[in-house]
């Protein structure tokens, strides 16, 4: 079974620091892999996606994620937080299953950026 | 339309009345998607419409829930008897066919059953 996990429900960062947000996958081929960002009361926007080309992607709003193959990994980073970052991330691994490009979320990591 | 709409933004039901949600996903996409949203579970998959192929039901949860998608465009949600634990955001998603990549996301509607 194809998943994702997202390691901390919540975390926390001052202002300016690094955010790093982990999302480990399991998949028995190259997947296509995702991260999503969810503002209060909206729905998901696609941050970035990775779609083997290039294993270090640039998203937006200065995020970026390396997929990381050895340790089956994808986790999303910004070097220096902003309060307008403070909202909740998806990772998200897709595949094809029975002729359907099934989508799998992982449980959302709520990121809280203090002043 | 701009994006994908979705209504009503708030619905609150009793148990075991019947509640319609509607999607209406960007003009010229195919594939439609619906989520729930649960507080703590993550978005789990519902639904999924690809033109004019057999839906993909596998995430429907039980018999209460079904969903049609008229003219391939817009698509209602309907959960019959609700429950309490249908109680969620329910999320409706569109996108450039099944090979695309990025899905377009309503802003949802919060079901609440009391």
């Known amino acids: 079974a194809q998943s994702v996990t997202q390691l901390g429900s919540h975390v926390s960062v001052s202002e300016g620091a690094l955010v790093l947000l982990r999302c480990n996958y399991s998949?028995?081929?190259?997947?296509?892999l995702f991260w999503y960002v969810q503002y209060p009361n909206q729905g998901l926007q696609l941050l970035l996606k990775?779609?083997?080309?290039?294993?270090l992607v640039k998203g937006i709003n200065g995020f970026e994620a390396e997929f990381k193959k050895s340790e089956t990994s994808f986790h999303l980073t910004k070097p220096s937080a902003h309060m307008s970052d403070a909202a909740e991330y998806f990772c998200?691994?897709?595949?094809?299953?029975?002729?359907?490009?099934?989508?799998?979320f992982g449980i959302g990591t709520k990121l809280q950026v203090i002043p | 339309g701009a994006g994908v709409s979705q209504s009503p933004s708030n619905k609150v039901t009793e148990k075991g009345k019947d509640v319609e949600l509607r999607c209406d996903p960007i003009?010229?996409?195919?594939?439609l998607y619906w989520y729930r949203q649960s507080l703590g579970q993550g978005l789990e998959f519902l639904i999924y419409?690809?033109?004019?192929?057999?839906?993909?039901k596998s995430g429907l949860p039980s018999d209460r829930f079904s969903a049609e998608r008229t003219g391939g465009s817009v698509s209602t949600l309907t959960i019959q008897r609700t429950q309490q634990e249908d109680s969620a955001v329910y999320l409706c998603?569109?996108?450039f066919g099944q090979g695309a990549l990025e899905q377009y996301f309503g802003p949802g509607t919060r079901l609440t059953v009391t």
């Open positions: 998603a569109s996108s």
């Open positions: 998949s028995s081929v190259p997947p296509y």
């Open positions: 990775y779609t083997s080309a290039a294993t």
């Open positions: 998200a691994v897709r595949k094809n299953s029975g002729g359907y490009q099934k989508v799998t």
């Open positions: 003009s010229g996409h195919t594939a």
């Open positions: 419409f690809q033109g004019n192929s057999a839906p993909d």
